[in-house]
T-cell receptor, first 116, second 112 residues
């Protein structure tokens, strides 16, 4: 199993450009998440999905969009990139382990994005 | 909005020393997880604590969940250079699609 994969690893965007960050998982997890991590900080939830066709906003959704057409893929779209979106972006997935709600999240290696 | 504050933010110690990292909130969580993140990688789960007062040990690491399920601590005994990394606590509430609220992080550096 590859786990959670993210592409690209690094990207530099000019202000106003758009791009899509790709995320895929091969663990058949229903739940998927996008986080951003600013330098020296914890992670903030951007969007999440509880299954194909279902997405919802997290703590910091402005400037981003997501879609979930399959269980495996959860791309994050940045429209009109701004310097404030310079960050490291992590995708994660999880699945209920037992009837008791112990959800472990598995993270991808991250995409480092710079907007100049 | 639920917040998790970690202290200290940064810790630099020598090999063999002991340390404790704290994770505090004014909110109650149904469970709390601790992750470690190394440079250039995503966080990796270390442990999940669920019951108030619960203590879990992972080799030289001891995790405790507060009685009121609002706080947690991570104690490392005889730290080693391999313990270097960013430690993140994350709280979860039942019925929230297992969304995590992450703490602010504690960066640990262990030198020889």
């Amino acid at each position: 199993n590859a786990g959670v994969t993210q592409t690209p690893k690094f990207r530099i965007l000019k202000i106003g450009q758009s791009m899509t960050l790709q995320c895929a998982q091969d663990m058949n997890h229903n739940y998927m998440y996008w986080y951003r991590q600013d330098p020296g900080m914890g992670l903030k939830l951007i969007y999440y999905s509880v299954g194909a066709g279902i997405t919802d906003k997290g703590e910091v959704p402005n400037g981003y969009n997501v879609s979930r057409s399959t269980t495996e893929d959860f791309p994050l779209r940045l429209e009109l990139a701004a310097p404030s979106q310079t960050s490291v972006y992590f995708c994660a997935s999880s699945q209920r382990r037992t009837a008791y709600t112990l959800y472990e999240q598995y993270f991808g290696p991250g995409t480092r994005l710079t907007v100049t | 909005t639920q917040l998790l504050e970690q202290s200290p933010q940064f810790l630099s110690i020598q090999e063999g020393e002991n340390l404790t990292v704290y994770c505090n909130s004014s909110s109650v969580f149904s469970s709390l997880q601790w992750y470690r993140q190394e440079p250039g990688e995503g966080p990796v789960l270390l442990v999940t604590v669920v019951t108030g007062g619960e203590v879990k040990k992972l080799k030289r690491l001891t995790f405790q969940f507060g009685d009121a399920r609002k706080d947690s601590s991570l104690h490392i005994t005889a730290a080693q250079p391999g313990d270097t990394g960013l430690y993140l606590c994350a709280g979860m509430n039942t019925g929230t699609a297992s969304k995590l609220t992450f703490g602010t992080g504690t960066r640990l550096q262990v030198t020889l």
